[in-house]
T-cell receptor
Framework: GNSVTQMEGPVTLSEEAFLTINCTYT??????LFWYVQYPGEGLQLLLK?????DKGSNKGFEATYRKETTSFHLEKGSVQVSDSAVYFC???????????FGTGTRLKVLA | NAGVTQTPKFQVLKTGQSMTLQCAQD?????MYWYRQDPGMGLRLIYY???????DKGEVPNGYNVSRLNKREFSLRLESAAPSQTSVYFC?????????????FGPGTRLTVT
């Protein structure tokens, strides 16, 4: 079946450091890929998405590129801030169905 | 727009008690979902409603029932709560079911069953 695997956390970085959170997926067909962010005590919010191979999603300085050849959708940011501290979820939506599949989440802590 | 709202925010139940979690969205979305979030397990789909008048089971439906009351509202009922149902519950909505449509989440209900 389809699945999403993302790197274990927590990830701890200093402010202005470069961030990469790895996400790989297994899917049949042509899923869409998403990154969601969850701040403490809140629900998930869409951070960015990509709907086809080679698409790059971007938002708030975060980027991720849909790589079909490596089945990956890694999240990157060039310079993190303390306010980026949150849990990040990679997800895919199965083409033509209701199914969203979420990774287990990666907690990011950014220190001033 | 309020987006997706959920009530209550917190609830403590004793084993065997029942309760209903309420969810409403004001984005005129057709599809709504209930998830539970447990540590180290990501989000798991309990039930979803592709459109008004339809509901279907997700990954972990046992012990739950749902009602799509109208296009705006989708409730989740625990008939006889068990400690294994201690979790954070999220309601979400999307324009339609299908690839590429992002989901919008409510703030969650933190449920403890003792």
């Amino acid at each position: 079946g389809n699945s999403v695997t993302q790197m274990e956390g927590p990830v701890t970085l200093s402010e202005e450091a470069f961030l990469t959170i790895n996400c790989t997926y297994t899917a049949t067909g042509y899923p869409s890929l998403f990154w969601y962010v969850q701040y403490p005590g809140e629900g998930l919010q869409l951070l960015l998405k990509a709907t086809k191979a080679d698409d790059k999603g971007s938002n708030k300085g975060f980027e991720a590129t849909y790589r079909k050849e490596t089945t990956s959708f890694h999240l990157e940011k060039g310079s993190v801030q303390v306010s980026d501290s949150a849990v990040y979820f990679c997800a895919l939506s199965d083409s033509g169905t209701y199914k969203y599949i979420f990774g287990t989440g990666t907690r990011l802590k950014v220190l001033a | 727009n309020a987006g997706v709202t959920q009530t209550p925010k917190f609830q403590v139940l004793k084993t065997g008690q029942s309760m209903t979690l309420q969810c409403a969205q004001d984005m005129n979305h057709n599809s709504m979902y209930w998830y539970r979030q447990d540590p180290g397990m990501g989000l798991r789909l309990i039930y979803y409603s592709a459109s008004e008048g339809t509901t279907d089971k997700g990954e972990v439906p046992n012990g739950y029932n749902v009602s799509r009351l109208n296009k705006r509202e989708f409730s989740l009922r625990l008939e006889s709560a068990a400690p294994s149902q201690t979790s954070v519950y999220f309601c979400a909505s999307s324009e339609v079911v299908g690839s590429g449509y992002e989901q919008y989440f409510g703030p969650g209900t933190r449920l403890t069953v003792t």
